[in-house]
Structures are given as C-alpha cells and as structure tokens.
C-alpha cells in the first residue's frame, strides 16, 4: 500500500522515488508553504513550541538513524547535544566565530565524541552498548561541569545570537525559519541516508549482525559511521538550541531527555522516519499540554503533582505503546493511509 | 592513614549496597533475559519505604524491614504480571524500554507520594558502636553490612538448598528444557523479579540510613552497573566481588583526587561511569563473566 492502485513504475528511479503522485507533489507543496508562512499566523508562543518541536525532531531523526536503522540503542543522545552545544557555544562566545562557521564544527565535535564513546559497539552489543551510552551522558556532562573556566561551569554561558548579513535572528519568527530549514535538510538527508548503499548496511546490521558481516559489511566501519550520524544530528540539534535560547547550561541537557527521546522513537516507530517525526511531534504536544494542566492540578491536589504527574504520563505512554502498539504511530499511518486508499471497496 | 581507612570503611559498606542491587539486577537477568534499569528505582522506593516505618510509623528496624520485604514482594509480583508478562519474546529494546518506562512511572509515584523532598532517618536506628584501630564506624554502616551478608547468605540457601530456587537456576540455563520438564516458567519470572524487588528494597533501607532518601537515589541503580559489567553478568559471587571493589575504589578516588580537581570534583558521582567504559572496551563480559557465543 505505498502508493495508490494504478500508479506504474516504468523505470528504476520511478520505483524508488518518494514522491510518486501528483498529490504527493502537491500536498508537500502545500506543506512547505504552510511552514513558510507560519510567522504570519501564529503567535510567539506557538513560534516557540514549533521552534522546539523542529530542534526535538532533528535530534530524534539522528537517533533514529543510530537506533532504529543500525541497532546500536543509545540513551546518551543528550549527553551528544551537550558536546555540540558547548562546542558551538564557545566558538562563537569566546572566540568570536560566526555561527554558520561554529555550527559545522559542532556537528563534527559531537561526532567525534559519538566515536569515541560508539567505540565499545566494536566488542559488544544490547545491553551493554546501552551501559556505554548512558556512562557517555554522565562523564560528557561531568567533564562539562570541571571545565568551569572555558564552559562557564554550573553558571552557565551565554551565547549569542546568530546573524545574517549583519541581520541578527533575534525574534522568533526569524529564527524559526533558520531552525525549520534546517529540521527540512535534516529530514531530506535522513529519508536519503536510510536508501543509500550505507543505509542498507544498517538495516542489514540491525536485522543479524552476523550475517551482515558474512555478507561482507564491514561491522567495524559500519557501527561507527552510525554513531557518526546519530551524533552529527544531536550536535546540530544541541547548537540550535543553546543559540535558541542564548544560554547553555547543562541542566539544558538531562539524562531523562536521554531516555525521553528513545520514548519518542518508540512512539513514532522504530525504524522509519515518518515515525521519528510524529513521535518527537506527538510527545513535544504532550509535554506542552502537561506544562498548561500541570499548575492546575497541582493546585488541585499537592504541590509535586504536576512534576509526579509529567513523569507517570511519560512512563505509562512507553508502556502501553510498548504493549499495544510496539510498531508505532508509523503504523497506524500507514495503515490510516490504507484505509483511505482503500474505501469503500477494499479490492 | 586514618583517612584513608575511614575512606576504605565507608567504600566498603557502599560496597556492599552496590552488590545487593547488582545481585537484584543478575538475578533477573538471568532468570527472565530482562535488563532491569527500574532496580535502582526499587532502591529508592526502599529508602522511602524504610522513612514511613521506621520515621512515620516508630517501628523497630527488625519490623520494617519484615514489612517493607512483604510489600516488596507484592510490587515485584504485580510489575511482572503488568509490565513485563506481556513483553515475553519481545526484542531486547523492548524489555529494555519497558523497565526505562517502568522506573519513570516509579519515580513519579514517589514524588506524588513522598514529595520527593530529602528525608533521614539518622539516630533511628539502634546504636551499635564499632571500633577499626583509631575509627569508629558509624551504626548505621555496621547494620548495613549485618543486613546485606545475611541477605546474601540467604540468597545463597535459597539458591542452593531449594526446590523453587534450582527451577531458577535450571531456567537461567534454559528454559524449553525446564518447559518440558513441567515447570511453570512464568512463575519462574514473577518468583524472580520478586526477589530482585526485595533485594532493591533491602538496599534502599541500607542506604537511606546511611546517607538519606531522596529520589535521585535512583541513580545508584545506574552507578550499579559498573559493578555488574565488573563481575560479569552472569555471576553473583563476582558481582559481591566487583561491588566492593567498585565501593572502595570509588570513595579513594573521590577522596584523594576530588581536591585536585577544578569545580570541586564530585569524581564519586561519575567514577563508576569510567569503570563501565574501561570494563567494556578492555574485558566486556567482565572479570567472572562467561563470553557469550551466538549461532545465526
């Protein structure tokens, strides 16, 4: 069911093609449009929501390039935020760098430290990988918090805004179209990496590394290049954020953020980057409702309510989609696709 | 010297806590195939536990811990049959998923519960004083090394010695074989995560006396894993081994290097973490562990 009865495919690039139809063509059109106009009909307070919607969904696509598509389970993603945010943060405070020229370099020192921490998943697997992930979190904030001369410490660094042709992205509007077209790059290359030669071997991996490594993919090149890219798209993500809010403090960067995006890859569905984006979306929503509702119900029932609140609806969500729907939102857009495909006549 | 006894005293006692909750970890994953990331959640779920009796209620020790181990089990009980019971045959990012959305739903239920504020029950508990050399050691420490040996020994018998706990054993090794020897496996698991429970609990109430409750407690579970990829996983003598291993070597570390350190160190906070790196690029299946040998 990917693409409507009727639809042929007379060559290769047709077959392989995302975008098949006329309406696909147009409802993307329309959709970009949509993004594009957005300042003009929201408010500052939904630019903000969107602006860390689309920051969450980078970070996301990353791990779920790592995770979902090459098997290496990470629950340090946020601890890679932090690398590239501090590395972009002092490049451009200390140092006076641009930042289209510190964002780069972000990206690439959160790679290299995914590297450096991927390099236990030469030996070992599953659980194990996992422990290496979560120690990443805790040494790379540690390290973070000793450095207090250059990274500011617990008190923080402010961060400058980025500019453009002396055109500084201060209000909220202008930095949303910066972070949404790069959340749109980031997806472009994401849905690109997974059909390309280094995306079959992922998924290869991700099903028998085994026989993947009889089948000649080379195991060693393969899982770090994986945590590469996972880590480039937390590096990328972490530097929009601190320049976002021009602060980075590692409170920005919480071991429970760590876990919360695997829930959102859960969520969205392993494995598919439809799925990434309606996860990091849906629970960004939700997380935004329990800030609205939370005030309420704490007055209503205790003061700690609505931080207790928070993480049991966050727990409970993992749970009954890892229950009842293991695939994900994915899935249940696909199959809403099908249905409306399909209907009346199911043929 | 006496600080460096006092340091290897209190690493010691930590030592022994860590052990308990890794003990708790290998159980389960042995009998049940499950990573459980909640057991430091059952950590801190003991704290509290230990604070309402001892603190609330003004029970003797000896009756807190009976009724704290009564409601550990029914935790254990019911988050198997809610949580884990439907996962069965699920892939390991699942089961692993499961116990990380099972200790946030814990650690929300004790922040409702108990405010998540920091609670201690110091000079509660009976005095027992003991003298190493020029050291006194703090009651609270000698209860806790008392309570986790007789724990062990106890889990040691009950491992040996019973019917239920050879099952335990015979499905760590396989379990179509205890299958189709009659014995109900998913009785097997629930027994188990039971146990791991009360062992999680019985820790908590160790170390909530010695260094208080609150509910970033929890991360003790995490700083637990060092001392698991130590001993190798599928160990439990090792795991006793590695955790005061782990213990000491921590609060040495932390108390001789912490003031050479710029922003005050806290290296005891991130020193197991260093372990687990070592541990995995050097001798993943650790020092006790077997390596694992997999078949396409």
Known sequence: MEVPSGTFSQSYAQDMAIFRTRTHWILLLAFLAFLFTCPLYFGDRILTIMTIICITVISVLGLNILTGYCNQISIGHAGFMAVGAYTSGILTAHFGWSFWAALPCAALMAGMVGILFGLPSLRVKGFYLIMATIAAQFIIIWFILQFRNITGGGDGLAVPKPEIFGFVLKSKGSYFYLVMIIACLATFAAKNIVRTRVGRAFIAIRDNELAAEVMGVNLWAYNLLAFFIGCVYAGVAGSLLVHYVAFASVDQFPFMNSVWYLGMLIVGGMGSTVGAILGAVSLKLLDELVTVIGPIISAAVAPQAAASLSLIIRGLIIIIFLIFEPRGLAHRWQMAKAYYRLWPFSH | ?296
């Open chain 2, 1 to 296: 010297m006496t600080f460096f006894l006092q340091l290897v005293i209190s690493g010691f006692t930590l030592g022994m806590v860590y052990a308990l909750i890794a003990i708790g970890f290998v159980i389960i994953l042995k009998c049940s195939k499950a990573f459980n990331i909640a057991q430091g959640h059952f950590v801190m779920i003991g704290g509290y536990l230990g604070f309402t009796f001892l603190v609330t209620f003004h029970m003797p020790i000896w009756a807190s811990l009976l009724v704290a181990i009564a409601a550990a089990i029914v935790m254990g009980l019911l988050v198997e049959r809610l949580t884990l019971r439907p996962l069965v045959g699920q892939p390991v990012l699942a089961v692993i998923m499961m116990t990380i959305g099972l200790a946030t739903v814990l650690e929300g239920l004790a922040t409702l519960i108990w405010g998540g504020e920091y609670k201690t029950y110091h000079g509660v508990l009976p005095k027992l004083t003991l003298k190493i050399g020029e050291i006194s050691v703090p009651s609270e420490m000698t209860i806790g090394v008392i309570v986790s040996v007789v724990t062990v020994v106890i889990l040691m018998i009950i491992f040996r010695y019973t019917k239920s706990g050879l099952a335990m054993r015979a499905t760590a090794e396989d379990e179509q074989v205890v299958q189709s020897a009659g014995i109900r496996v998913t009785t097997i698991y629930a027994l188990s995560w039971a146990i791991a429970c009360v062992v999680g609990v019985i820790s908590g109430i160790i170390l909530g006396g010695v260094s208080g409750v609150m509910v970033g407690m929890s991360q003790v579970g995490l700083k637990a894993f060092a001392v698991v990829l130590l001993g190798g996983v599928n160990s439990i003598g090792g795991a006793i081994f590695a955790g005061i291993i782990v213990g000491v070597l921590e609060n040495v570390a932390a108390g001789y290097l912490d003031p050479l350190l710029p922003a005050g160190g806290g290296l005891a906070n991130v020193f197991p973490f260093i372990i687990i790196i070592v541990v995995l690029i050097f001798r993943p299946y650790g020092l006790f562990g077997l390596a694992e040998i997999e078949r396409i």
